[in-house]
């Protein structure tokens, strides 16, 4: 018998948000729990693991017990747990994991281990209000993840069931950002704040940064050669080697109005890249007799302003559905890990105690 009906609690803490969530019928949304630790990490300019893995330590419970108690339902009312066990830092990973398997035996529960790049594409079909409509997902889609760690395009045939088309083969465009703002001395964390920078620039106003295609079919990204252009735009010429580079000038040298056209240029050329491979993915699945019903965006640059803009428009002028996340779930959640693991519910597909941490994703 087809089990339809799922209240999961999930948990995730595979970087820096610890985080816990119950999800209804792998749709709606109850509870939405995220503890982040950027003031931890601020002062070093990005995670650092052990500090996360301490932090884990101790948000996990409080924010396990806000997610119940948010949801108003109760441990005993749950029918699973779900926990992010790949990918992520692995000093991290264990903190979730181990409190999911805790609750899981404890509480006589199943317990779901669910891939965090997967979960981020299944954000966009969450929904916060059960009141309103939530039509059942259409497949094939295009699947889109912009994080922290990856740049990928997917043909997804179903919640669980993807492979992928293109991947980034240096920086992730979250990782560009956020080294885009220490050469634009932003601030931290930097993608949200080299967005709302570039939001008050002109980008008509600065020479345009380079987008790299990679030849005429690749559906991969690179993001390094953009970084370095931002670089030497920022700093002038580079002079000596390694450690002993210098350079010319420093973002201290720019004035507000140069940085914020600067952050728009790096933004064009950031978005402009994904823009143009989601085109050439379609234009290929077309010619295959496999056009795609809807473009599925997730992960963390998916509340970029710019990015959430342009994918609209590009679905209108491709005549594809875009779903985006919700901006409560673009960057890393738990509830995203609960919607995509009442999946495996439904087929009683569950995991054991043995449940491992994986540092990468097989997606
Ligand atoms: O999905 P996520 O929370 O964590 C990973 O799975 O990696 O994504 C985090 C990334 C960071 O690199 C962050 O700078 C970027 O998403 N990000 C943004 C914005 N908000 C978060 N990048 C550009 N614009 C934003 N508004
Ligand atoms: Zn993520």
């Known amino acids: 018998m087809t089990v339809k009906h799922s209240l999961i609690l999930a948990l995730e803490s595979s970087c820096d948000e610890t985080a816990a969530s119950v999800v209804k019928d792998g749709r ?12 931890l990490h601020e002062q070093y300019g990005g995670v650092v693991p052990e500090i996360a893995s301490r932090a884990h330590i101790e948000k996990i419970l409080p924010v396990i017990d806000q997610a119940i108690k948010q949801a108003s339902v109760t441990f005993d009312d749950l029918d699973a747990i779900a926990v992010g066990n790949r990918p992520g830092l692995i000093g991290s990973l264990l903190i979730a994991v181990s409190a999911a398997k805790s609750l899981a035996w404890s509480l006589g529960k199943p317990l779901i281990g669910v891939d965090h790049v997967q979960a981020h594409l299944y954000a966009a079909d969450l929904v916060m209000d059960a009141n309103l409509p939530w039509p059942e997902p259409v497949y094939p889609a295009l ?8 740049t990928c395009l997917y043909d997804v045939t179903g919640a669980l069931h ?49 987008i ?25 010429k580079p002079t000596g080697k390694g450690k002993q580079v210098k350079f010319e000038y420093s973002a201290k040298d720019l004035s507000q109005t140069d940085k914020a056209n600067l952050a728009a240029a790096f933004q064009a050329a950031a978005i402009g890249a994904i823009n143009k491979k989601i085109h050439r993915a379609l234009d290929q699945l077309d010619e295959q007799g496999k056009m795609p019903k ?28 875009v779903c985006l996340p919700p901006m409560s779930v673009c960057l890393d959640n738990a509830a995203m890990l609960g919607g995509l693991a009442h999946h495996r519910f439904i087929t009683s597909d569950f995991d054991d105690l043995n449940l491992p941490v994986i540092a990468t994703s097989s997606m």
């Open 28 to 39: 709606v949304i109850l509870s939405n729990v995220i503890a982040t630790q950027h003031d």
């Open 143 to 150: 699947g889109l993840v912009v994080s922290g760690g990856h």
């Open 162 to 210: 993807m492979s992928r088309m293109g991947r980034t083969i240096d920086d992730a465009i979250g990782e560009a950002y956020d080294k885009a703002a220490v050469i634009l001395d932003a601030g931290y964390p930097g993608g949200p704040l080299v967005d709302k920078l570039a939001q008050s620039g002109d980008v008509t106003a600065v020479a345009p940064l380079p």
């Open 212 to 236: 790299s295609m990679l030849g005429k079919t690749s559906l991969d990204f690179s993001y390094s050669g953009l970084k370095t252009a931002l670089l030497y735009r920022v700093r002038g």
């Open 294 to 321: 809807r473009l599925l965006v997730g992960g963390g640059v998916s509340a970029n302003s710019q990015l959430r803009k342009q994918m609209l428009a590009l679905g209108q002028e491709r005549g594809l559905k």
